[in-house]
């Protein structure tokens, strides 16, 4: 399979997820050294080539990776600002004020760039926990030759994602909230791509991180933060990532396979901690969703561990697929001791309580008045605890060369009602988000059942070859059928 198929297929036709035929190798005549120097979208347009290989032209390539991070308002795209005793990757200086930013702002270049290419048109499915939606959106909104569906789990979103999605009113954005939780919404959209017919029929495309270019747009700031910490390349980096569907830290998987120095990666969960208690344990166990103040990680099923558990089972394919299939019908994967080894050896863990998370915030605004949100304190928390089981190098009392980086995953201000529960003060409201206030809404109420969004989708995108039917009366007259059977709220459009 190409690169280019690869972006347009988002799930493999069996139902699984993609991996790169290998994973390059940029130690060989020490390649990654002599890119220490090079701005944000100098070294994405580096690490996005060794995938992408010869299917887009170099001088496309780099157009539009520079492209891709114009919105961002800071000179770095991703700084690093030293708190404490950890550095801080701050990853919400785009579009939405989240990390997503990264990936999806180049995501949907690129989506626009092949299909402008070959003349065609694409149906784009996403679930989103809550930042992937306004950062899908802001990357897709406007975008030719693309439909955007962005489904999001009814009141277990932040008041302010929820405005960045469904404010955003350009013609081809269709925000739906579905009455359940974001895995609710990851299994519809599963069940979307792995209908073969409807897929094909509708050109669909995934944004959320299923789709592999997002992981490899993300590795980028792995070795950047890296560059600027140790620009004699003489150190190592230990990251602390906030952990809910586990893509983001898959991407410093990759970075570290591809020869980064990482010395540890520390999967940090919330209070849904299936991912913690796998690390722990072996066993991989689907619990009921709990609601936390940090809702991108309240996800009870993490899709991309999928990925991970491929090189885990070394490269293995049928024993990936073995382990899944018990896994869906059981809702429990384990693994042995020898191979729980092998995963520790990958990652240490830690679950930060909702108590501890509130801990965090506060303590860090009164000792560095600095304010975290929730998902970045989770990662706080998680060092905190974890520093007992670190090698040595990783205390900076050791005197190594050592850096333990938190990766900040979106501005405090997008939750600030934990924040202000943790430490009685507001973040300050970039103008971005302010201006959300007084903007009109659209979206539409569904029952969490993949036929009820499919026929929503065919309503709207009726013809095969991609053209929109504008929202006349018989698109009304179905959303009216529609709520008998599937308990439709309606389409919104109000003044908040």
Excluded at 12 to 29: E, Q, S, T, Y
Excluded at 123 to 147: H, P, Q, R
Excluded at 393 to 419: E, I, Y
Excluded at 429 to 445: H, S, Y
């Amino acid at each position: 399979m190409t690169f280019e198929q690869a972006v347009f297929e988002g799930l493999a036709p069996d139902g699984g997820l993609l991996v790169p035929h290998f994973i390059p190798d940029v130690r060989k005549n020490e390649e990654w050294k002599k890119w220490k120097d090079l701005k944000f979208h100098e070294l994405a347009y580096e690490i996005a080539s060794k995938f992408v290989g010869d299917e887009i032209p170099q001088a496309d390539l780099k157009k539009l990776m520079k492209k891709s991070y114009e919105k961002f308002t800071h000179d770095e795209v991703v700084p690093t600002r030293t708190v404490g005793d950890v550095e801080i990757m701050e990853l919400f200086h785009g579009p939405t004020f989240a990390f997503k930013d990264v990936a999806l702002q180049a995501l949907g270049n690129l989506f626009e760039y092949f299909l402008l290419r070959n003349n065609k048109r694409i149906t784009v499915v996403g679930a989103t926990s809550g930042d992937t939606g306004s950062a899908a959106i802001s990357g897709l909104s406007g975008k030719k030759n693309v439909e955007c569906f962005i489904l999001f789990p009814e009141g277990r979103v932040s008041p302010i994602q929820q405005l960045q999605m469904t404010s955003v009113l350009d013609d081809n954005v269709h925000c739906i909230a579905v009455q359940g939780t974001f895995d609710d919404c990851q299994s519809i959209v599963k069940n979307l791509f792995c209908d073969l017919n409807f897929k094909k029929t509708y050109s669909l495309g995934a944004v959320n991180s299923i789709n592999f270019a997002r992981i490899m747009f993300q590795i980028t700031y792995y070795f950047y933060t890296y560059y600027k910490k140790f620009p004699n390349c003489d150190g190592t980096m230990s990251f602390s990532v906030p952990t809910g569907n586990y893509g983001d830290i898959l991407a410093g998987y990759y970075a570290k396979k591809m020869g980064l120095p990482v010395q540890h990666l520390i999967v940090a969960t919330n209070e849904n901690d299936i991912l913690n208690r796998f690390f722990l344990d072996g066993k991989y166990s689907q619990l009921t969703v709990m609601q936390t103040s940090s809702p991108s990680m309240d996800i009870g099923i993490s899709s991309n561990f999928e990925r991970y558990l491929f090189y885990l089972f070394g490269n293995n394919n049928t024993k990936l697929a073995q382990q899944m299939a018990t896994f869906n019908q059981s809702g429990v994967l384990e693994v042995d001791e020898a191979t729980l080894k092998r995963a520790k050896n990958d990652f240490l863990a830690a679950k930060c309580t909702e108590a501890q998370c509130k801990e965090t915030i506060a303590k860090y605004h009164k000792d560095h008045n600095y304010m975290l949100d929730p998902h970045t304190a989770c990662g706080v928390n998680a060092v905190q605890q974890l520093k007992h089981k670190m090698v040595p190098a990783c205390n900076a009392a050791s005197g190594a060369k050592h850096s333990m980086v938190v990766l900040a995953t979106a501005h405090p201000a997008k939750f600030s009602s934990a924040v202000v529960a943790a430490c009685g003060v507001e973040a300050d409201m970039p103008a971005g988000l302010r201006d959300l206030r007084d903007k009109p809404v659209r979206f539409t109420v569904l029952a969490p059942k993949a036929p009820t969004i499919k026929e929503y989708i065919k309503s709207t995108v009726p013809d095969p070859t991609g053209s929109r039917n504008v929202y006349t009366t018989k698109h009304y007259l179905f959303l009216a059928s529609l709520s008998a059977a599937s308990a439709l709220v309606g389409m919104l459009l109000a003044k908040k």
